[in-house]
């Protein structure tokens, strides 16, 4: 069939026709998700909504404080007036993923910044 051609061999490894043609939709779905989800941009740099601003808030704080703080953290920003828990109600992950790679590739960006492309990535 065709979907077996062989194009050609890198090592051990033959490379068929089939895998030319996940390798391209993977990358114009990867393109695709990319596009939609920097389209916020279009209209500056700000966070929308009341979630981001406090992904945000908590990355902030998880960053300042350190995780000890952080997992012993109740806001008394949020859900006044008898505050929140975080570590219990919150996305947990997200904040530390957010803060390990704010670390890693944030470089001379501000943490607001890198949490409205953050998205993107």
């Not at 033959?14 to 390798?23: A, K, P, S, W, Y």
Request: aromatic share 18%; net charge negative.
């Amino acid at each position: 069939m065709i979907h077996d051609t062989k194009l050609f061999q890198v090592r051990n490894f033959d490379f068929h026709l089939r895998h030319l043609l996940v390798i391209g939709i993977l990358a114009i779905s990867f393109s695709i998700s990319a596009m939609i989800r920097s389209q916020a941009a279009d209209y500056g740099f700000q966070l929308n909504e009341f979630d981001p601003y406090f992904n945000y808030r908590a990355t902030q704080y998880l960053l300042d404080h350190g995780v000890n703080a952080y997992v012993h953290w109740h806001d008394d920003m949020s859900w006044y007036p008898q505050g929140r828990d975080v570590y219990s109600t919150a996305q947990v992950p997200l904040h530390f993923t957010d803060a390990i790679l704010y670390k890693i590739f944030g470089g001379g960006t501000s943490l607001y910044n890198f949490t409205i492309i953050f998205p993107v990535i």
